[in-house]
């Protein structure tokens, strides 16, 4: 099994340049996630989504925007970049039963922008 | 909001010095507490989940437990390969979402 697979693993942009993070899942999850790690920091969840066609708000969504239009495929588009979204952006997905929750990550985005 | 702090922010052991890791959280409506392993240059990937105050779970030399306003990571006899960095996250009544600590980094030397 893949299980969650990002695209692109490493990408420098400059300040003012948009680009699109891919993010994959191939266990029919249906909830799947955004999250940004800074250095030494935990993970910040910037959008996430419970199904297809649904996505909300996490809590540092500011610069970024997100679609889901199939079960799948949830990309992260950055629009504008500046030098505070460097960061290593992750992708998780879950199956969401009553009481589990158990996250699968990808293996992150490392993105600078200069 | 949910608040969750880890201590310490890092920890170098010797090869069989069993130490033990804080998760300290405030959340409203506790639905599970989560524990994340991550190697450098890799996603968290998952080790347990406590759901009320007395549970335990282990898993090889992990044990980990849960009380009303903590949770701790026991690391019993750690071994070079318990390298990484453990991150706790609680989930609250909102129930979409985890809230994650800054992780303890976690050096154990031969």
């Known amino acids: 099994n893949a299980g969650v697979t990002q695209t692109p693993k490493f990408r420098i942009l400059k300040i003012g340049q948009s680009m699109t993070l891919q993010c994959a899942q191939d266990?029919?999850?249906?909830?799947m996630y955004w999250y940004r790690q800074d250095p030494g920091m935990g993970l910040k969840l910037i959008y996430y989504?419970?199904?297809?066609?649904?996505?909300d708000k996490g809590e540092v969504p500011n610069g970024y925007n997100v679609s889901r239009s199939t079960t799948e495929d949830f990309p992260l588009r950055l629009e504008l970049a500046a030098p505070s979204q460097t960061s290593v952006y992750f992708c998780?997905?879950?199956?969401?039963?009553?009481?589990?929750?158990?996250?699968?990550f990808g293996e992150g985005s490392r993105l600078t922008v200069l | 909001e949910d608040q969750v702090t880890q201590s310490p922010e890092a920890l170098r052991l010797q090869e069989g010095e069993s130490s033990s890791l804080n998760c300290s959280y405030t959340?409203?409506?506790?639905?599970?507490l989560f524990w994340y392993r991550q190697d450098p240059g890799k996603g968290p990937e998952f080790l347990f989940t406590?759901?009320?105050a007395g549970e335990e779970k282990e898993k090889e030399r992990l044990k980990a437990t849960l009380t009303k306003k903590e949770s701790f990571l026991h690391i019993t006899a750690p071994k070079p390969e318990d390298s990484a960095t453990y991150l706790c996250?609680?989930?609250?009544?909102?129930?979409?979402?985890?809230?994650f600590g800054g992780g303890t980094r976690v050096l154990v030397k031969p």
């Open positions: 998780a997905s879950s199956y969401f039963q009553k009481n589990t929750g158990e996250l699968f």
């Open positions: 266990m029919n999850h249906n909830y």
């Open positions: 989504s419970v199904g297809a066609g649904i996505t």
């Open positions: 959340v409203s409506g506790l639905r599970g």
């Open positions: 406590l759901y009320s």
């Open positions: 996250a609680p989930r609250g009544a909102a129930g979409n979402k985890l809230t």
